[in-house]
């Protein structure tokens, strides 16, 4: 089937020690998102991918950094994890066509925490 | 500045009622309004969705209500189950290349056996 695989779906990292987090999808589209989730709180976009274009939103901090080296992967690279980076990582695709153009499809997520 | 504003945000429903969850938004250049569902653990899935050329879409128990001149629209689960207890964020987003959504702080659904 084709999916959103997130790897690893849990990681535990130390406070300043470098982290990456890893997204493949097999639906080819051509939009690749990375969302940050805290508990009971809405998913909050932090970067997108049109194709190679990267897109970054204003409040996300330099402390985030992303590479899409081909369609099918995505990696969320976090340089000095701080306490308040736990959190549910969600990795997001989208393509522009389908049956909703603007659907979002989502991975199970990978829950990082920083001991 | 919140554009998309959910409520409530936590409802408890017995089992077979219905489930009623609101939303509004401020930005009339959207023109796609998804529900997404989430279980614990696990990344949002679409639920149900509409365009703002229709008042109403059904999809089993699930219906979307949309009223474009009050910039609302709200989540009808019908015949409430267990199963359904779950997150649900509403959102909207407008057509364009990157297809960025804007999400709704999300209600926490609980069905009582």
């Known amino acids: 089937d084709a999916m959103v695989i997130q790897n ?4 535990v990292t130390q406070f300043g020690k470098p982290v990456t987090l890893s997204c493949s999808q097999t639906l080819n589209h051509n939009v690749m998102y990375w969302y940050q989730q805290k508990s009971s709180q809405a998913p909050k976009l932090l970067f997108h991918y049109y194709d190679k274009d990267f897109n970054n939103e204003a409040d996300t901090p330099d402390n985030f950094q992303s590479r899409r080296p ?6 969320l ?4 994890p701080g306490l308040g980076d736990a959190a549910m990582y969600l990795c997001a695709t989208s393509s522009e066509t389908g049956i909703y153009d603007n659907e979002q499809f989502f991975g ?3 829950r990082l925490t920083v001991l | 500045q919140q554009q998309v504003k959910q409520s409530p945000q936590s409802l408890i429903v017995q089992k077979g009622g219905i489930s009623i969850i609101n939303c509004a938004y401020e930005n009339t250049a959207f023109d796609y309004f998804p529900w997404y569902q989430q279980f614990p ?4 899935a679409l639920l149900i969705a509409i365009r703002p050329d229709v008042s109403e879409k059904k999809e089993g128990r699930f219906t979307i209500s949309f ?5 609302q629209f709200s989540l009808h689960i019908m015949d409430s189950q267990p199963g359904d207890s779950a997150t649900y964020f509403c959102a909207a987003s407008e057509e364009n290349r ?6 709704g702080k999300g209600t926490r659904l609980h069905i009582l056996p």
């Open chain 1, 8 to 11: 690893p779906r849990y990681q």
């Open chain 1, 70 to 75: 081909n369609t099918s992967f995505c990696f």
């Open chain 1, 77 to 80: 690279d976090i340089r000095s």
């Open chain 1, 108 to 110: 199970p997520g990978t």
């Open chain 2, 41 to 44: 653990g696990k990344g949002p």
């Open chain 2, 67 to 71: 009223n474009k001149s009050a910039k």
């Open chain 2, 98 to 103: 990157d297809d960025k959504i804007i999400f």
